[in-house]
């Protein structure tokens, strides 16, 4: 998944709940996703992706 | 006829000219060729070319002494930002001189950078203006950052300070933020730019990928020489360039071709470093705000919750005693309707009753037997026919009051 993939979910989640459409026994389930997709975007940001520096390491 | 040597010929042309042309000129040109020497002169080669390019229409020596070297030098490249180089026009002011071995030959005085920036300022607008007829000139700016720019391909010179300072700015970030930096060698001034750059370009953009945006950096110096990024052809290749391209040379002044092209153009390669940071600070502070409205908006949907909840509980005792009341008029009702209903019933069965006993009564034998009428029995059985009987029977009568036994005589 890409980051903007991950906020934009994540945008979807928050207004749901915001606007109180969801209802009670969904909004654990929303809650989890929601969680998981902000570690992700942290990670992100804040953890080193050893995977891209492989990628970036190669030369063609 | 008068003969005379070709040094009296040239000498005399030098003392023509010296005293016809004495004053210092203004001259437009061209440099077709320029070369330092080791006694700190500079020799100049300078032509005119006709509109085409292609043909001299004139040519001419120029010699810049090293004592005028030494000042004029310096100047124009503070004013210009530029060294003197080939293809460079030129206001010079002048004198004509003639040397009878070296020949006709001009010495530089002078030198007018504004005339220079100028022309390099309408060479800019000239690529400009065909980069906009070409429809490629906002290509690149029209390209969007993605979100979390991490992945920088760098286009620079391994050697040239303003790498290492942009990868230094990027990993002594306040916030911690990940980048992953690849560099793609190129020479960032000299007349291989052009060449190397687009090279480079071509590299990345074989594996783009892998990256989120381009960044063309060098170190700034006391000659920036701006005019090599002042390129149809390099600005063609970033104006086309599928990643947004931000360009850090280091520069004042006006900004190059390439620069105009570019997504983002900063000064320096630190200040592309910190464009790129405060990207993913923003992006960083969207995941925030996120975070903090999704923390509220549950918070909130949960004691709104706890108000509804709480509500029903305080309404349920009254909600039971209206259903208490309820109730109990119902069963009450059926109640009513029952008891109505069974003696109803028996209110019918009653007269039934009463008129079965009134048609039993009526069939009572004594009253028949008052009334007048007799029952006569014959051995026992009730005599009904007269033909059941012969003379000599006994016949015993049942009248009201007694029995009457009587023979038949006939």
């Known amino acids: ?60 | 006829m008068e003969t005379i040597t070709l040094q009296e010929l040239n000498g005399r042309v030098k003392s023509t000219l010296q005293f016809e042309m004495p004053d210092a000129y203004w001259v437009q040109a061209e440099i077709s060729g320029i070369s330092p020497s080791g006694q700190g002169h500079c020799y100049l080669e300078l032509v005119q070319k006709d509109t085409t390019g292609r043909t001299f229409l004139a040519k001419a020596k120029a010699n810049v002494w090293r004592n005028t070297w030494l000042k004029l030098k310096p100047y124009f490249e503070a004013e210009t930002g530029e060294s003197l180089k080939v293809g460079m026009k030129v206001l010079l002011q002048v004198t004509v001189t003639f040397h009878e071995v070296y020949g006709y030959s001009l010495v530089v005085w002078d030198i007018d950078p504004t005339y220079t920036m100028g022309d390099m300022a309408r060479r800019r607008k000239e690529i400009l203006d065909q980069l906009a007829k070409d429809g490629v000139i906002g290509l690149n700016r029209e390209l969007e950052i993605p979100m979390l720019p991490q992945r920088i391909a760098v286009i620079s010179s391994a050697t040239a300070a303003g790498y290492g300072d942009f990868c230094n700015q990027l990993a002594s970030n306040v916030y911690g933020f990940r980048f992953y930096v690849k560099l793609f060698q190129a020479a960032m001034q000299g007349d291989d730019v052009e060449r190397s750059v687009i090279a480079a370009l071509d590299a990345v953009a074989a594996r783009m990928d892998d990256f989120d945006v381009v960044v063309m950096i060098r170190g700034g110096g006391a000659v920036s020489e701006l005019s090599c990024f002042d390129s149809y052809n390099l600005a063609y290749n970033i104006a086309n360039f599928p990643l947004p391209v931000i360009t850090g040379i280091g520069h004042e002044r006006d900004d190059t071709v390439a620069d105009v092209v570019a997504h983002t153009k900063v000064k320096t390669p630190t200040a592309a470093a910190e464009f790129i940071i405060n990207l993913v600070f923003d992006t960083a502070q969207v995941l925030e705000v996120l975070a903090r409205r999704m923390g509220d908006a549950v918070t909130g949907r949960m004691n709104a919750e706890t108000v509804r909840l709480e509500r029903l509980a305080q309404k349920l005792p009254s909600l039971f005693a209206v259903l208490k009341v309820r109730n109990e008029q119902m069963l009450e009702n059926i109640w009513n309707r029952s008891v109505n209903g069974v003696r109803n019933l028996l209110t019918v069965k009653n007269h039934k009753l009463e008129l079965l006993e009134k048609s039993i009564a009526a069939a009572d034998p004594a009253l028949i037997l008052k009334r007048g009428f007799s029952l006569t029995r014959c051995n026992g059985h009730v005599v009904n026919r007269a033909s059941d009987l012969k003379p000599g029977d006994r016949l015993t009568t049942v009248l009201a009051d007694g029995i009457v036994e009587s023979e038949i005589i006939g």
Do not use: H, P
């Open chain 1, 1 to 60: 998944m890409k980051y903007e993939e991950a906020i934009k979910r994540l945008e979807g989640i928050v207004s749901e709940i915001e606007g109180g459409k969801l209802n009670m026994d969904k909004i654990g389930e929303s809650l989890k996703e929601a969680r998981e997709l902000i570690k992700f975007c942290k990670d992100k940001l804040y953890e080193t992706d050893e995977e891209i520096k492989k990628i970036l390491e190669t030369d063609d």
